[in-house]
């Protein structure tokens, strides 16, 4: 049973305008969320992160938001760049994560067209 | 300077074979996984563990056995390898199981024929 979902594989962009990436969760019990980016043959990298105490966080061009309501958090990359090109995974642990483990979404390919 | 690293890059075996992955991380962290990423990108973590001892299990077949010979290094065998196996494993770790950021390695993408 996944947990967490990214229900948009793919999501096409202009250099220089915002990128939307979404994901959606079912476990009530998640406090913790984190944003991964991979590039090609590449394992994820880490990105940015968010606390269910808080419902926005902001690193230069990347920010989360999280919507515990609505169990849904999305990053907001602006102004997104070629280089941002790269598939994003959402990911969540839930309270208490004594093993530090995380549940992993499916991914969205992000391009962004110059 | 790699700061995790998985051997090999590629694996192609055929059904029964048994087969290992080997990880190293140089970054000092206590606590590594093991994770597999199956055909539909879906990414999901079998072993943990925090200073050589096993800290997350999860329903993974007996097949697999994870092995730490030291903090700075998890490896994976698999024995009698079946069609299913087929995936791209990831390796990954954070500097203590309280940690939340976890590093990953490039991954071993495993092809049972």
């Known amino acids: 049973d996944q947990q967490v979902k990214q229900n948009s594989p793919s999501l096409s962009v202009q250099e220089g305008r915002i990128s939307i990436l979404n994901c959606d969760y079912t476990n009530s019990m998640f406090d913790y969320f984190l944003w991964y980016k991979k590039y090609p043959a590449e394992g994820p990298t880490f990105l940015i992160s968010?606390?269910?105490?808080?419902d926005k966080n902001e690193d230069g061009r990347f920010t989360v938001f999280l919507n515990k309501s609505a169990k849904h958090l999305s990053l907001h990359i602006v102004p997104s760049q070629p280089g941002d090109s790269a598939v994003y995974f959402c990911a969540a642990s839930a309270y208490p994560n004594t093993g530090n483990q995380f549940y992993f979404g499916t991914g969205t390919s992000l391009t962004v067209i110059p | 300077d790699t700061a995790v690293s998985q051997t090999p890059k590629y694996l192609v075996t055929q059904m029964g074979n048994d087969k290992s992955i080997k990880c190293e991380q140089n970054l000092g962290h206590d606590t590594m996984y093991w994770y597999k990423q199956d055909s539909k990108k879906f990414l999901k973590i079998m072993f943990s563990?925090?200073?050589?001892?096993?800290?997350i299990n999860e329903t993974v077949p007996n097949r697999f056995s994870p092995k730490s010979p030291d903090k700075a290094h998890l490896n994976l065998h698999i024995n009698s390898l079946e069609l299913g196996d087929s995936a791209v494993y990831f390796c990954a770790s954070s500097q203590n199981r309280l940690t939340y950021e976890q590093y990953f390695g490039p991954g071993t993408r495993l092809t049972v024929t």
């Open positions: 563990y925090n200073n050589k001892e096993l800290i």
């Open positions: 968010i606390s269910s105490i808080k």
